[in-house]
């Protein structure tokens, strides 16, 4: 999704189109000081032939690093098992740093992606999904059994 200024606008937008049952969207707020803000959302949408399911994730810059994304995922990968999908791929700009590491911690295999500029992973919805522990990771280093993430440079 990119970068955004108008968190609120963005999240809206989300939510109108997402009326389908084959498309959900999270909305992550924070209530506090008299108002509620938007500070991350997740939207997926899935293509019951084939199973598969696309997601795309967004988190306010104050908000990142802080373990936001990975419940987002979290939660994603859940609706998508519960729904009976097997698969959920993602697409990122390469110079993501963010989100290729996000990828690669929830189990995302890297491939090339159909534009130059960006990275694909997809990940099979097998076995258990093992939601993040309130406080792990939370500072930047991996969580025990994190994979290696050395192999997030993808060139074309």
């Known amino acids: 999704m990119g970068a955004v200024d108008n968190f609120a ?10 009326s389908r049952a084959d498309r959900f ?17 997740a ?14 994730i967004s988190v306010a810059d104050r908000w990142q690093r802080q373990g936001l994304g990975s419940a987002l995922l979290c939660a ?3 609706r998508a098992i519960s729904l009976g999908y097997v698969e959920l791929f993602g697409e990122t700009l390469k110079v993501n ?5 996000l990828a690669c911690k929830a189990g995302f295999e890297f491939s090339r992606s159909s534009d130059w500029r960006a990275v694909r992973f997809d990940k099979k ?3 258990r999904i ?5 406080g792990s990771g939370l500072d930047g280093s991996p969580e025990p059994g994190a994979r290696s993430c050395d192999r997030l440079l993808v060139t074309p």
């Not at 093992?130 to 309130?134: C, I, L, T, Y």
Request: one cysteine or more.
């Open 125 to 127: 919805l097998v076995g």
């Open 130 to 134: 093992v939601p993040p522990r309130p």
């Open 43 to 56: 939207s997926y949408a899935f293509d019951r032939d084939k199973r598969c399911g696309e997601f795309a």
């Open 76 to 78: 994603l990968q859940f």
């Open 97 to 101: 740093v963010q989100m290729k590491s």
């Open 25 to 41: 969207t999270l909305v992550a707020e924070w209530r506090g000081q008299g108002h509620d803000t938007i500070i991350g959302e």
């Open 9 to 18: 606008k963005i999240a809206s937008d989300c939510l109108l189109q997402a």
